[in-house]
């Protein structure tokens, strides 16, 4: 098996099923109606609610992990929220906390942060983030830290970073990502998926053989691994502009130890890989990516 029919297979392997797709989007169009028919008296559509996160940016995994949903509170709530005194924001999560919880009695439902997350028995959690639209661009959104405050934030735009780029690159900026996400889960890295995402794009863009494989399909996958893992070793605390906002993202350093362990291995999968050993290059990327990658 070659190495591009391998990387094939596991990307195959690692694709978010059509039955976890739906079951996501069921939870949450009815975590959605649920609020909605609390904030609002108009009748229901999509438009209240935004899926964001990996599965609103195409870069979601399986097994299935969270699922992010912004749900857009009207804006006669602003003032209630924004007007009180004392954290207001952790007055708006357990208000939809406690909503949620008049629907789902039997499910898990806590907080985190900025956060409310509801804990399905499906095997996935929706994450639900509460925010009013911006009028500049963007959403306004809470966070309990260090005494409550309003952050600004643009998930169209980071929607649009991802996918702008992998359409430059011909589906490779996701498939890195996604393969990147693999890695995270399994070597149990601590490394924010949105550090993976802005380091992904980034790495796309001055990556030597980013022209071949937009052209080359999976052929060069085993390269690429390498080489986005050795450029990321050297990015420890750096910081990244998030799209569509003035803020930066922290990468820290909590990662390092095992993006360079990862690097190693990759080192030596691409050195078998060249010399046609291909059963001992597998097993150096499994030693990244776990069972899910076959040969």
């Excluded at 804006?75 to 007055?91: F, L, M, P, V, W």
């Excluded at 996701?174 to 889960?185: G, P, T």
């Excluded at 190693?264 to 030693?287: M, P, T």
């Amino acid at each position: 098996m070659s190495t591009a029919s391998r990387f094939d297979t596991f990307l195959r392997n690692i694709k978010v099923t059509s039955t976890q797709q739906e079951a996501a989007l069921t939870s949450v169009n009815a975590i959605a109606r649920k609020l909605h028919s609390h904030y609002s008296n108009a009748g229901y559509t999509d438009d209240c609610r935004m899926i964001i996160g990996s599965y609103g940016k195409g870069t979601a995994v399986s097994p299935p992990r969270d699922v992010d949903v912004l749900f857009f509170l009207p804006i006669h709530e602003y003032d209630r929220y924004t007007g009180r005194k004392y954290n207001g924001q952790s007055a708006l999560l357990q208000d939809i906390r406690g909503l949620l919880r008049g629907r789902y009695p039997r499910t898990e439902i806590g907080g985190d942060g900025q956060v409310v997350v509801v804990d399905f028995v499906t095997g996935h959690k929706v994450e639900v983030l509460p925010g009013w639209r911006w009028a500049g661009g963007g959403m306004f959104v809470p966070d309990t830290h260090n005494g409550g405050s309003w952050q600004h934030v643009d998930h169209h735009a980071e929607i649009a970073f991802v996918a702008d780029s992998d359409a430059r690159t011909n589906g490779n900026t996701r498939a890195l990502i996604r393969m990147m996400k693999v890695w995270q889960a399994h070597c149990t890295v601590p490394i924010k998926s949105l550090v993976l995402e802005l380091e992904s794009v980034d790495f796309l863009q001055t990556w030597g053989y980013a022209a071949r494989a937009a052209q080359s399909t999976t052929v060069y996958y085993d390269w690429m691994v390498r080489d986005f893992l050795a450029v990321l070793t050297r990015k420890a605390n750096s910081f990244h502009r998030i799209p569509g906002t003035t803020q930066f993202k922290d990468y820290g350093d909590a990662w390092f130890s095992k993006a360079n362990s990862a690097y190693a291995h990759a080192v030596k999968a691409c050195q078998y890989e060249a010399a046609d050993q291909h059963v001992a290059a597998a097993l150096e990327w499994r030693k990244i990516f776990g069972g899910q990658y076959e040969f």
